[in-house]
């Protein structure tokens, strides 16, 4: 096999255009070496994203560690676990990581590498781009689809995936998990008398009402109209029930911008059986809602 020069950029002739688009791109070319001890170095490393390194591309020639000390911690394991698949297995590394620059400011960076093995180890030829856009706009439209355009709150999508991954918990390791479902009284007549948009102002203001009496990790999610649920991890029926009670009367209490009468609600409440499935624990707190309802409503039931 030939030899493969793997000597410092800085070193080795490029042709003009190839530096010239380098130069353009939101990212690098590069080449990483692994050698049979393990040491990571940087033979060639061009293009702009040098600059967000904000390191000396002389200094990565001889030693890596400094670029990847710049990883986020959460990302690094498994930066590092692609290159060692990719050493053992002579795989192409193409996996993504957030890079620490300036500070504390992240730079998402997708890496796509091809290995070759060469006499004093493994040689990447590969591309680093700057992702960080693509990433938050990925964000953003996940949260669009996630959530209430009207309240800003989890919407029925949300709420079911979570609801999968908590009743996934509870059946594994037995804890608690209630469910909440919350229904406006007669909110068709407000519409009637007040219109729409007064209806809309009222639903959202409950939202926020609500939201202030809650954890961060519980999950308040408008299911449609003027339903919601509460999502309660690690939480047994008699918590919750005193949580409804609290809720009940704080949004009784609010001033809702109409001249008479209040808002108020009923809520239905069941606690997860292990191994029920998420359809069943959704029912069983949706006919304590009925039974609210039935019962007169502005008040808490519970389901056994």
Request: aromatic residues 4%; glycine residues 8%; contains cysteine.
């Amino acid at each position: 096999m030939p030899s493969i020069d793997v000597m410092p950029c800085r070193e080795r002739p490029e042709p003009q255009r190839v530096l010239e688009l380098a130069e353009r791109l939101p990212g690098l070319i590069f080449q990483l070496h692994r050698s049979e001890a393990g040491h990571l170095h940087f033979p060639h490393l061009v293009g702009s994203g040098t600059r967000f390194l904000d390191l000396d591309p002389g200094v990565l020639a001889g030693d890596a560690r400094p670029a990847l000390e710049r990883v986020h911690d959460d990302d690094y394991p498994r930066l590092m676990a692609a290159i060692e698949r990719s050493v053992r297995w002579c795989t192409p590394i193409a996996t993504k990581f957030r890079l620490i620059v300036q500070g504390e400011h992240c730079r998402w960076i997708a890496v796509r590498a091809q290995p070759q093995r060469i006499e004093s180890g493994v040689l990447w030829h590969g591309m680093m781009l700057d992702i960080s856009e693509q990433v938050a706009e990925e964000e953003r439209l996940r949260a669009l689809s996630d959530t209430d355009a009207l309240t800003g709150l989890a919407n029925r999508r949300k709420l079911l995936q979570r609801l999968d991954e908590e009743i996934s918990l509870s059946n594994r390791h037995a804890t608690p998990l209630s469910l909440m479902m919350l229904d406006l009284d007669h909110f068709k007549a407000i519409n009637d008398t007040w219109g729409h948009l007064q209806g809309d102002e009222v639903l959202a203001s409950l939202a926020g009402h609500c939201q202030g009496l809650l954890r961060e990790e519980d999950l308040l999610a408008r299911l449609g109209g003027e339903e919601f649920a509460l999502l309660l991890p690690l939480t047994p029926r008699a918590h919750a029930e005193r949580l409804a009670e609290r809720l009940r009367e704080h949004i009784a209490a609010q001033d809702y911008g109409m001249e008479s009468g209040r808002v108020t609600v009923s809520i239905g409440i069941a606690e997860h059986r292990v191994g029920d499935a998420r359809d069943i624990l959704m029912k069983r707190a949706d006919d304590s809602l009925y039974r609210a309802k039935h019962q007169g409503r502005n008040r808490v039931v519970a389901g056994r």
